[in-house]
């Protein structure tokens, strides 16, 4: 069956470190992937898109790589600050049928 | 702030009741999803509408319906609830129908507890 799985522990890092999350897939090939930061109580806020034929995109110190061989995502943090602290989650989209699935998030804690 | 706004905030309801949750888009945005998230379940795709038509259909049950209107609102119709249903629905919109290229911009939610 079709999967996407995120580390469920938390990721507890100290300040000024570089934060690494993992995504990764079974049994999909999509076109694209997206990762979301979410705070407790809130909504998702969208981060990055990386294309298939896309192997790394940055933003700021964001930056997130693709392996569609692996079937995996990174998504690092560098210069981690306590302000990063919330659940990131990665997400794709079923290729062509609009339907979005997303993982269940990996709790990120930056410490002081 | 996404520019989603979703009513009521917070809804406190009975088993085998029904309810209503809105949503409405940001400005100029055409398409209005649903999702629902629970501790053990995560980010579940419901359904989405693209200018007024449903445009895909995810793991919505039967019991639950939605609709989006002429000005681009959408409500969600939750009923005979049960205990699991209660969770936090939220809503997102985007510009175009979906794709790559189309950003969702989330609501705030609606945290739903059935007794």
């Known amino acids: 069956s079709q999967k996407i799985e995120q580390n469920s522990e938390a990721l507890n890092i100290q300040e000024g470190k570089t934060a690494t999350l993992t995504c990764n897939y079974t049994?999909?090939?999509?076109?694209?992937l997206q990762w979301y930061r979410q705070d407790p109580g809130r909504g998702p806020v969208f981060l990055l898109l990386?294309?298939?034929?896309?192997k790394e995109k940055r933003k700021e110190r964001l930056k997130v790589t693709f392996d569609t061989t692996l079937k995996q995502s990174l998504f690092h943090i560098t210069a981690s600050q306590p302000a990063d602290s919330a659940t990131y989650l990665c997400a794709l989209e079923t290729s062509g049928t609009y339907k979005y699935i997303f993982g269940t998030g990996t709790r990120l804690k930056v410490l002081a | 702030d996404s520019g989603v706004t979703q009513t009521p905030k917070h809804l406190i309801t009975a088993t085998g009741q029904r309810v209503t949750l809105r949503c409405s888009p940001r400005s100029g945005d055409l398409s209005v999803y649903w999702y629902q998230q629970s501790l053990d379940q995560g980010l579940q795709f419901l359904i989405q509408?693209?200018?007024?038509?449903?445009?895909a259909k995810g793991n919505i049950l039967e019991r639950f319906s939605a609709q989006q209107f002429p000005d681009l609102h959408s409500e969600l119709n939750l009923s005979s609830l049960e205990l699991g249903d209660s969770a936090l629905y939220f809503c997102?919109?985007?510009?175009?129908?979906?794709?790559?290229?189309?950003?969702?911009?989330f609501g705030p939610g609606t945290r739903l507890t059935v007794l």
């Open positions: 509408y693209y200018n007024g038509e449903e445009r």
């Open positions: 990386i294309r298939e034929n896309e």
């Open positions: 997102a919109s985007s510009v175009a129908s979906g794709g790559f290229t189309d950003t969702q911009y």
């Open positions: 049994n999909y090939s999509p076109a694209y």
